[in-house]
Every structure is written in structure tokens, then in C-alpha cells.
């Protein structure tokens, strides 16, 4: 059974940056693509970034710049490096496996302008 945790949440001022990790156990780590999602308060779930375990990525066209997905399998972590973080940016973050379909419990991040 694949389970996900996530950590690096918290609050920041606007302009600032958070590093968000996620760490799977209870699965093949490396060959599974791992994505990055958020759901802002009253908002949709939406796809921030993904990669597969070759380390490809892919991120929502309104993140790509300040966003950065990443991955150590020796590790079994994906990580989400946020630069430059705005008011809008605040929002739930979750990991998911997209091969199993599992997510994490989701990580709070609050910019505070």
C-alpha cells in the first residue's frame, strides 16, 4: 500500500520562498510519476507540476518560471521549490502518485501580502 506524506507548509510573506516535500513509502518509488496539486479555499483542485521517474517534468503554464518540481528516488521524495510566492499562491498542496492514485493529506501554505 502506497502512502504519501508531505511537509514544508507554513506561512510566508509575499516574494518569499517554500520548499514542500513529499516522501512515499510502501511502493516502487522510482518509476512512478509523482504530481504536485493545490485547492485554494472555495477553488478546484489544480495541477501544478508533475514528473515522471526519469526526472521529465511538466508544470500549469501560470506557475512555469517560479515553480519547481523535482525528485530524489534514492529517497522516494518529490519535492516543490516556490519562488517569488504570491497572495494567489495560497492554497492546500498535495502530493499525488499518479500510478496508484494516492494522495497525501496535503501541506498548508499561506502568502501573506
Known amino acids: 500500500q502506497v502512502q504519501l506524506v508531505e511537509s514544508g507548509g507554513g506561512l510566508v510573506q509575499a516574494g518569499g520562498s517554500l520548499r514542500l516535500s513529499c516522501t512515499a513509502s510502501?511502493?516502487?518509488?522510482?518509476?512512478?510519476?509523482m504530481g504536485w496539486y493545490r485547492q485554494a479555499p472555495g477553488k478546484q483542485r489544480e495541477l501544478v507540476a508533475v514528473i515522471t521517474g526519469g526526472g521529465a517534468s511538466n508544470y500549469a503554464d501560470s506557475l512555469k518560471g517560479r515553480f519547481t518540481i523535482s525528485r530524489d528516488n534514492a529517497k522516494k521524495t518529490v519535492f516543490l521549490q516556490m519562488n517569488s510566492l504570491k497572495p494567489e499562491d495560497t492554497a492546500v498542496y498535495y502530493c499525488r502518485s499518479l500510478k496508484y492514485d494516492v494522495w497525501g493529506q496535503g501541506t498548508q501554505v499561506t502568502v501573506s501580502a
Open positions: 510502501g511502493s516502487i518509488f522510482s518509476t512512478n510519476t
